[in-house]
């Protein structure tokens, strides 16, 4: 991204976009790939496992970036940092992931056999895209309070994450290194209650 900044701002505003959709399409295919491969007494923890990960990336990646703010080369090492992490996950679940346990190569039987009789959403079912009732789901009202929860909930996190170091340094006049550590704390402890929670 900081390349294609040095070309054109458009470049950029075109990558963020794409970014945006993929994200938005991630999230929801998480419950779909955690439902075909943790079982029914586990699927809690592994969901608090998987979703917990946003906090805590937020809270390694603050003191992490501040320091290679510091470094030779400056801030444009953010992103290097960033892109390289991003193209190495990438790489493990490109080699190691599969959509199912019948596709995965390397478990046991006994682990394909308690996956398939335990998770019932691991077998492959064709949904009729015309069938799902979308207009029903669209006028109701539980629907509508989760999608705005969660949108507000998203918005504050990120607002906060962004801004907190800016709003610490300029009003504050904490130096980058313990700005950066403060912000470390706020989302360890959200990454810590929402293990708890979803593990009560």
Same mark, same amino acid.
């Given at each position: 991204?900081?390349?294609?900044?040095r070309?054109?701002?458009?470049?950029?505003?075109?990558?963020?976009?794409? %970014? !945006?959709v993929?994200? !938005?399409?991630?999230?929801?295919s998480?419950?779909? /790939?955690?439902?075909?491969?943790?079982? @029914?007494?586990?699927? @809690?923890? /592994? &969901? @608090?496992?998987?979703?917990?990960?946003m906090?805590?990336?937020?809270?390694?990646?603050? *003191?992490? /970036?501040?320091?290679?703010?510091?470094?030779? !080369?400056?801030?444009?090492?953010?992103?290097?940092? %960033?892109? !390289?992490?991003?193209?190495?996950?990438?790489?493990?679940?490109?080699?190691?992931? +599969?959509?199912? *346990?019948?596709? +995965?190569?390397?478990?046991?039987?006994?682990?394909?056999?308690?996956? %398939?009789?335990?998770? *019932?959403?691991?077998k =492959? =079912? =064709?949904?009729?895209?015309f =069938?799902?009732?979308?207009?029903? &789901?669209?006028? #109701?009202?539980?629907?509508?309070?989760?999608?705005i929860? +969660?949108? #507000? @909930?998203?918005?504050?996190?990120?607002? #906060?994450?962004?801004?907190?170091?800016?709003?610490?340094s300029?009003?504050?006049?904490?130096?980058?290194?313990?700005?950066?550590?403060?912000?470390?704390?706020?989302?360890?402890?959200?990454?810590?209650?929402?293990?708890? +929670?979803?593990?009560?």
């Open positions: 991204m900081f390349c294609l900044a070309v054109t701002f458009w470049l950029v505003w075109v990558l963020r976009l794409v %970014q !945006g993929v994200t !938005g399409l991630a999230f929801p998480v419950y779909s /790939t955690l439902g075909r491969w943790s079982g @029914s007494d586990e699927r @809690s923890v /592994t &969901m @608090s496992f998987a979703f917990a990960a906090p805590l990336a937020s809270a390694l990646n603050s *003191p992490i /970036t501040s320091s290679l703010c510091c470094m030779d !080369g400056g801030w444009p090492n953010v992103f290097y940092w %960033q892109g !390289g992490v991003a193209a190495a996950w990438l790489l493990l679940y490109v080699l190691l992931a +599969h959509d199912d *346990p019948d596709t +995965h190569p390397t478990i046991t039987e006994e682990e394909r056999a308690y996956l %398939q009789y335990d998770c *019932p959403s691991s =492959k =079912k =064709k949904v009729n895209f =069938k799902v009732p979308w207009f029903s &789901m669209a006028r #109701c009202r539980a629907v509508w309070t989760l999608i929860t +969660h949108f #507000c @909930s998203s918005w504050v996190f990120i607002l #906060c994450s962004d801004n907190m170091p800016s709003y610490a300029e009003v504050f006049k904490f130096d980058l290194k313990s700005v950066n550590l403060g912000d470390f704390c706020p989302a360890f402890l959200m990454t810590v209650s929402i293990y708890i +929670h979803r593990t009560a």
